[in-house]
């Protein structure tokens, strides 16, 4: 089992920056790939980042969060981060982190644990 907190949420101005953070509990955390997903309002929840579980290890994004986001995670300190620069209105959701025991995929139905989410709101 593995417990995955999220913070960092909050209310910002477009061209804004948030820093979202994920700690993680339970089972070895460096076991795991992660990743980070939102639910913006009236949406299904989508990917928006993820990592391998190697440090330095590869990394995805979904275009939308291509060259504005950058996810990065610490297995020392068990967390796992998202910069999230550049912000607009369209990123306003709820944030969720995610593990999984599948490599290099951006499927939320492969992912086993989830965080309770974060908040992001962007005003224009």
């Known amino acids: 089992q593995v417990q995955l907190v999220e913070s960092g949420g909050g209310s910002v101005q477009a061209g804004g920056s948030l820093r979202l953070s994920c700690a993680a509990s339970g089972r070895t955390f460096s076991n795991y790939h992660m990743g980070w997903f939102r639910q913006r309002p009236g949406k299904e929840r989508e990917f928006v980042a993820r990592?391998?579980?190697?440090?330095?290890?590869?990394?995805y994004y979904a275009d939308s969060a291509k060259g504005r986001f950058t996810i990065s995670r610490d297995n020392a300190k068990n967390t796992v981060s998202l910069q999230m620069n550049s912000l607009k209105p369209e990123d306003t959701a709820v944030y969720y982190c995610a593990a999984s025991s599948t490599p290099m995929t951006a499927d939320q139905r492969l992912y086993d644990y989830w965080g309770q989410g974060t908040r992001v709101t962007v005003s224009s």
């Open positions: 990592i391998s579980w190697r440090i330095g290890g590869s990394t």
